[in-house]
C-alpha cells in the first residue's frame, strides 16, 4: 500500500471522527501529538509511531486536487486531511488506508489512492551507516545518515506540502542533504525541484533498467554508504568526473509545449501601509487577463487570492522571512514561489513565476515591455530576467531531460541604472538598444534578447551583457 493516503472530504473532520478513524485499527494502538499538537500519530504498543495525520486544511482553490493527485475533489470549499504511514511496516499502510476511508465515510468524501498501491522500500542492502529516524523527530524521515536525510513518496506529483516542507527546514538545520526517492511516473512540483538542487540533495528516481537515478540531472545513482550519489562514467577522469547518464532520462519526446518563466525582485520601503503581493499580481494580470487564484504557505494552496492576507502573515512573522506558494486557475497553469524577506533595503519580494502553453499557444512576449514598466514604475522593481523554454503545459516537472530556458528579456530597475557609471548600462555590445521605461530622467531599462528555446546561445548575449554591466575588463 502507498505510504501517503488523502481524505478530500465535504465537511470538516470532527474530533471524533479523526479519532475513530485513527483507532479503527484496535484498541491497542496508542495516540501521541506532535508538532506542537497539529499532528496526531498513532503509535504500536512499544510507542513506535505508524500513521502520522496532519491537520485538515480547508481548500477555497479549484484546480489543486486535480493538480496534485489527478483527483477529482468535492465542490468547493473541502477539506485536505493527510496521513502518512511509516515506512515498510505493512500494519502502519494499511493502517493509513483505513483511516482515510474511514475518514471520508464519516465526512462525505472520498480517499485517495481509490486502490492503494505498493510502497517503495528504499533501504541499503548492508545496511552501513544507516540508523532509524528517532521516533519523537518531526517530520520523520524514512532513512536517516550523518549526511543525508532520505524521505519516499509514492504520489502522482512531489508537492511542497507542509510534511516535505518540515523535512526541508529539519535537514538544513541539521546540515544534512534531502534525498526525496520517488517511482518512475513521478513528477515534482516547480516548488519542490526549487528545492533539491544543492548537493547533497536530489530527486532519486527508482528504475528497472538502470536501479535509481536523478530526476534533474539523469545521472545514474547508487547507494553509496550514507547517501545516494553519482555512478561515474566508463571515460570519467579526475578532471572530467562525468556520471553515467539513465537512459530513462534521454527518452523525452518533444510536444510543442512550452514555459515563460519571468523571475524578479523588488523592494519596498518599509511602512505601516505597505501591501505585499501587488508586484506579482500586476504581473499575473498583464501575462494572463486575470489575478492569481490561491496561495499559501505550502502545497495545496487552499487560501483564494489576497494580497491583504499575505502581507498580514508576511507582518506577523517579521523579521523571519516568509516564503509562499501561488497558483492559478486550470484554465492556464501558472504557480509562483514567492520569499519575502527584511532587509537594510527595505521589505523585498523575490518571485519566480512561470506559465505553460500549449504547442498551438502563443506565450504573451509582445506584453513583456508593459509588464517590465508597471512593476518599474510602481512596484520597485531591482531585476527580472525572462525566459522561454520547452517543457511540459501544467508545469509538472518530469525525470526526463527538459531543455534549458533561452533569456527573452533581461529588465534593470532605474535604481541599479541609475547606479552605474556614466551610460554604461544604456550603451551596451549587444546589437539591439535596451528600451527606456518610466521617467526619461530616471528610467528603468529593458534589453530584449533573443529567445528562442531552440537555440541556447541566447546565454551568450546575455553573458555578454552582465559582463558589460558589471563592468569586466575595464581598467582603471
Not at 545513482?221 to 555512478?231: N, T
Not at 511602512?271 to 492569481?292: F, I, S, Y
Not at 519575502?340 to 523585498?348: H, L, N, Y
Not at 526526463?400 to 544604456?426: I, K, S
Amino acid at each position: 500500500m502507498t505510504k501517503d493516503v488523502i481524505a478530500l472530504t465535504e465537511r470538516m473532520p470532527a474530533p471524533w471522527g479523526l479519532l475513530a478513524g485513527l483507532l479503527s485499527g484496535g484498541p491497542d494502538k496508542l495516540l501521541d501529538t506532535a508538532g506542537e499538537g497539529a499532528v496526531l500519530r498513532l503509535c504500536d504498543p512499544a510507542g513506535r509511531p505508524l500513521v502520522s495525520v496532519e491537520a485538515p486544511l480547508l481548500i477555497q482553490v479549484a484546480g489543486e486536487a486535480e493538480r496534485l493527485l489527478g483527483a477529482t475533489a468535492p465542490s468547493l470549499p473541502y477539506w485536505w486531511t493527510e496521513a502518512r504511514a511509516t515506512t515498510g511496516v505493512e500494519q502502519a499502510e494499511r493502517l493509513a488506508g483505513t483511516f482515510a476511508a474511514r475518514l471520508a465515510s464519516l465526512s462525505g468524501g472520498t480517499a485517495w489512492p481509490p486502490e492503494a498501491a505498493r510502497s517503495l522500500a528504499v533501504v541499503p542492502a548492508d545496511g552501513e551507516g544507516v540508523v532509524p529516524a528517532p521516533a519523537t523527530d518531526r517530520p520523520a524521515v524514512d532513512v536517516l545518515t550523518d549526511k543525508t536525510a532520505v524521505v519516499i513518496q509514492d504520489r502522482p506529483v512531489v508537492a511542497m506540502t507542509a510534511w516535505l516542507s518540515d523535512a526541508f527546514r529539519s535537514a538544513a538545520l541539521a546540515e544534512l542533504g534531502l534525498q526525496v526517492v520517488t517511482p518512475p511516473g513521478t513528477t515534482l512540483s516547480p516548488a519542490v525541484r526549487d528545492n533539491l538542487g544543492t548537493w547533497p540533495s536530489r530527486w532519486v528516481v527508482r528504475d528497472e533498467r538502470d536501479g535509481y537515478y536523478d530526476g534533474l540531472t539523469g545521472a545514474v545513482l547508487r547507494w553509496q554508504g550514507e547517501m545516494f550519489a553519482p555512478v561515474a562514467a566508463a571515460d570519467a577522469t579526475p578532471d572530467d568526473p562525468r556520471a553515467t547518464l539513465a537512459a530513462a532520462f534521454q527518452e523525452a519526446v518533444p510536444t510543442g509545449e512550452r514555459q515563460l518563466a519571468v523571475t524578479f525582485r523588488t523592494v519596498h520601503p518599509a511602512h505601516e501601509g505597505l501591501v505585499l503581493g501587488g508586484a506579482l499580481e500586476a504581473v499575473w494580470r498583464e501575462l494572463t487577463g486575470e489575478p492569481p487564484a490561491g496561495w499559501g504557505t505550502a502545497e495545496p494552496a487552499g487560501l483564494p487570492w489576497s494580497p491583504r492576507h499575505l502581507t498580514d502573515l508576511a507582518y506577523a512573522r517579521a523579521p523571519e522571512p516568509t516564503w509562499v506558494v501561488v497558483v492559478g486557475s486550470p484554465a492556464r497553469p501558472g504557480l509562483a514561489t514567492v520569499r519575502i524577506s527584511r532587509t537594510k533595503a527595505g521589505v523585498e519580494e523575490d518571485v519566480r513565476l512561470m506559465f505553460g502553453y500549449g504547442a498551438v499557444e502563443e506565450p504573451p512576449v509582445a506584453s513583456l515591455p508593459r509588464v517590465a514598466e508597471v512593476l518599474a514604475t510602481r512596484h520597485g522593481l531591482r531585476s527580472m530576467l525572462v525566459q522561454i523554454r520547452k517543457a511540459r503545459r501544467d508545469l509538472a516537472v518530469p525525470p526526463r531531460f527538459e531543455g534549458p530556458g533561452v533569456p527573452v528579456a533581461f529588465v534593470l530597475g532605474a535604481e541599479e541604472v541609475h547606479a552605474m557609471p556614466g551610460d554604461r548600462a544604456l550603451r551596451t555590445p549587444l546589437a539591439e538598444a535596451p528600451v527606456r521605461l518610466g521617467r526619461k530622467t530616471r528610467p528603468a531599462l529593458y534589453y530584449p534578447l533573443p529567445g528562442d528555446p531552440s537555440d541556447v546561445s541566447g546565454w551568450r548575449d546575455f553573458e555578454i551583457l552582465m559582463s558589460h554591466l558589471k563592468g569586466a575588463g575595464e581598467t582603471a
